[in-house]
């Protein structure tokens, strides 16, 4: 087992998530942007010199975080974005000995029932996609998001039943912002619980986020939120890092902490540095819970 997290949630550039990450006495970090950049769409001198300061700092990317086939790409638009961008996460990944990524499987179209989501069409494109990264030995993994997998647990079995090769990342948090496209109108939110329970048995790596369910917003891709620390919102964490741990889960956990609240509100620390206080606060926040779930507390 082993911790990391989105480090770019500390900070916008490289040195900056390696300092937070060193801070924490870890070793890994989940590459998601830099300077405003998804890892795959760094230009070359600028994965270059992210490159030489991941090697100087002896810290490693353990997934990318990527942007294929996420929320912002409908299956209605070309395919043309999501194969450039896995084909440029290939051979990055391979430099870097980074052997998972993050992916998704399309934008939930919002003006349709939840069986009328052009599965077909997303199950043959992330099959294309799988074999790009399981034919180098890669292995791509997804997330319950807002895509087509995330509508409920039956949604994301289905993908796993059509895509082979394909595993997935359990994000704690997302189910308690999410409807429950598998139930009836109006649908409810999920539950991180039972959705954990229905695909346990195929989880290869866990994001670790947590938060309350605020209101819905029609027609947008994310309902609100307040997120919390780890294990003080309704997502369940305790209770899945407890059930993990005791099945002998030996895989990552990545922080995503989201986090709006202002960490030491009254020491004068600017923007940057309440950012950088709160992933470091989040990540030992979620130590000591793992800490707590190996003792049974």
């Not at 390696?18 to 950049?37: D, F, P, V, Y």
């Not at 294929?68 to 194969?83: Q, R, V």
Request: proline share 4%; aromatic share 12%.
């Amino acid at each position: 087992m082993y911790y990391t997290g989105f480090a770019d949630e500390a900070a916008a550039d490289i040195a900056g998530q390696i300092r937070a990450t060193k801070e924490l006495g870890w070793s890994n970090i989940e590459a998601r942007n830099i300077n405003g950049k998804n890892i795959h769409d760094l230009t070359d001198h600028e994965f270059d010199a992210v490159y030489r300061k991941l090697q100087e700092a002896g810290v490693r990317i353990n997934c990318f975080g990527s942007a294929i086939a996420n929320w912002g790409k409908k299956i209605t638009d070309p395919f043309d974005s999501s194969l450039a961008e896995a084909r440029r996460a290939v051979p990055r990944m391979k430099r870097l000995g980074t052997k998972l990524v993050r992916i998704m499987s399309f934008a939930v179209l919002l003006d349709r029932d939840p069986e009328d989501q052009m599965q077909n069409e997303r199950f043959r494109r992330l099959r294309e996609l799988c074999k790009m990264f399981r034919d180098e030995g890669l292995a791509p993994l997804h997330e319950n998001c807002a895509n087509y997998g995330g509508m409920g647990w039956p949604y994301t079995l289905r993908l796993l039943e059509n895509v082979p090769g394909l595993l997935l990342v359990f994000d704690t948090g997302n189910p308690v912002f999410t409807a429950d496209r598998s139930k009836s109108k109006p649908w409810p939110r999920q539950s991180t619980w039972e959705f954990y329970t229905r695909v346990k048995e195929h989880i290869a790596y866990v994001h670790i986020k947590d938060g309350v369910f605020t209101r819905a917003i029609p027609g947008a891709t994310f309902d609100e939120a307040r997120y919390t620390w780890p294990g003080e919102g309704d997502g369940d964490v305790r209770r899945v890092v407890g059930d993990l741990l005791a099945r002998g889960y030996d895989g990552g956990f990545s922080m995503e902490p989201h986090l709006d609240v202002v960490f030491h509100a009254d020491s004068g620390q600017s923007k940057e540095e309440v950012r950088f206080a709160n992933y470091v606060e989040y990540g030992r926040r979620f130590t000591q819970l793992v800490e707590e779930a190996r003792q049974g507390k």
